[in-house]
């Protein structure tokens, strides 16, 4: 088979490094790819929003199956597009896809069919904004409607703070047509944790579980990011935890959304607060979470390959998946300034030292080739992944991992994967 998977970051390295391991695969092509996917990978110069130019692509090199990492493409349509026009595609419609493009229609359909989440109200009035806020009181949490790269959450510490991110928003000057509404909610406190499946519309797989690292420094203080590291399983997510998850998210969820008229076929992945054994929502997104992709990836015995095809023939019947018993851990080195302006273009040293060691892998997400050497070119820049006997072991490995690798201004987490020690 031919397989081309699009996007450009670690999410896709992982998928892509997965993919090479099947024996089903002849080709992978990855769009537009980085240096750590062009090891495995033919990578084509498209970025993911040319839908048109990826679509002559995966004509022109008699694609079998195509497979979207990102949001963006999927809000765009791409999904739709390709199956128009005959072709396989791993990934939810746009129609799907809005419950992560719009907060206001995930939130809605939260409520609409019963699913627990914080109390919200969507504005795109700052007046009636603010009296949301002054009844609430704070912290208080405030999300542009549409995507805004995993930036648009600001939580307020004042209401001061929360009218101002209000203001931005509304006015277009924080995040642009993204933030002409905005959701919110009440400020909610427990342990995250990042629930994953993959479904048919129908069908629900569980992946295993995981937990990202949303803020930028250590103990969770600082801004948040995309993600700074993750881990898998994640002991928050106790057998009783993802009974309640299942039962009262992720299948009212994919049940609500085919009532709907929106089948959601892909992986569907939910942001879970945890606390005193109650579970409640703060999002939806229509696609693996990067970096939580990249542990659960090592994880998974299973080949990936029939696994995307079934979602994409819509018939997930049959399929079970296999997991190593062990733990993964994935450690993100960033540029210095992440997640604000960041520095780029500073060579990368040590990946050879890294490569050398067993049980851990580099995937790469903000990289560039320059010269025969490999430089920074994104906010988070790389993900180092490690398998281990248990959490604590994988911890130790990848961080084993991030002290082969160095440039000027990195920066990373300590504590990644700490908090599962805790529990164990
Ligand atoms: P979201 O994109 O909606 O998941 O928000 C990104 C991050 O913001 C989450 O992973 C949480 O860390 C934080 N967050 C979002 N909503 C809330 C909330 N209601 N209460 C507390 N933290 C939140
Ligand atoms: N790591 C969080 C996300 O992918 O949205």
């Known amino acids: 088979m031919n397989i081309l998977v699009i996007g450009g970051g670690g999410r896709e390295h992982a998928l892509v490094w997965k993919i090479a391991q099947s024996p089903l695969v002849k080709t992978i092509y990855c769009a537009p790819g980085n240096p750590g996917t062009a090891t495995l990978a033919e990578n084509v110069a498209i970025s993911v929003d040319q839908l048109d130019k990826l679509l002559a692509f995966a004509y022109e090199n008699k694609i079998d199956l195509t497979v979207v990492g990102p949001e963006q493409p999927l809000s765009l349509g791409i999904v739709d597009l390709f199956k128009a026009h005959g072709l396989k595609v791993f990934g939810p ?7 992560e493009g719009s907060k206001a229609f995930s939130k809605d359909l939260m409520h609409k069919y019963g699913i627990p989440t914080a109390a919200y109200g969507v504005f795109s009035d700052l007046e009636e904004a603010k009296t949301f806020i002054d009844r609430t009181g704070a912290p208080i949490v405030v999300k542009a409607d549409g995507l805004a790269a995993g930036k648009g959450v600001i939580i307020a510490e004042t209401r001061v703070e929360a009218i101002n991110a209000v203001r931005d928003m509304l006015s277009g000057n924080s995040f642009g047509s993204a933030g002409s509404r905005v959701v919110i909610e009440e400020f909610l406190t427990g342990e ?6 993959i479904t048919d519309g129908k069908n629900i797989i569980p992946l295993a579980s995981a937990q990202d690292h949303k803020a930028i420094f250590d103990g969770d203080q600082g801004p948040n990011t995309g993600g700074m590291g993750a881990y898998s399983p994640a002991p928050v997510v106790t057998p009783a935890i993802h009974e309640i998850a299942m039962r009262r998210v992720l299948q009212p969820a994919i049940d609500g959304m085919a009532a709907e008229g ?5 992986v569907l992945y939910a942001g879970l607060m945890v606390r005193d054994g109650e579970v409640k929502t703060l999002e939806f997104n229509a696609r693996f979470g990067d970096p939580e992709c990249q542990p659960l990836l090592m994880r998974l015995k299973s080949d990936i390959v029939p696994i995307l095809l079934a979602v994409a023939d819509g018939d997930l019947s049959g399929i079970e998946l296999e997991w190593h018993d062990k733990a993964a851990v994935c450690v993100v080195m960033a540029a210095e300034g992440y997640p604000g302006e ?4 500073d060579e990368i040293i040590g990946l050879d030292q890294a490569a050398k060691l067993d049980d851990v892998y580099v995937f790469h ?3 560039m080739t320059k010269e025969a050497a490999c430089v920074t070119n994104g906010g988070r820049v790389l ?3 490690a398998l281990g006997a248990t959490v604590k072991d994988a911890i130790s490995e990848a961080y084993r991992g991030v002290g082969c690798i160095t440039w000027s201004g990195v920066q990373y987490r300590t504590d990644i994967g700490r908090k599962a020690l805790g529990r164990s």
């Open 192 to 197: 995250e944790a990042s629930f994953l499946v």
């Open 342 to 345: 960041y520095r780029k273009g």
């Open 93 to 99: 419609s746009k129609d799907a896809a809005l419950i």
């Open 365 to 367: 997400a903000g990289t």
């Open 383 to 385: 993900g180092v992944t």
């Open 262 to 266: 929106r089948t959601y076929c892909g």
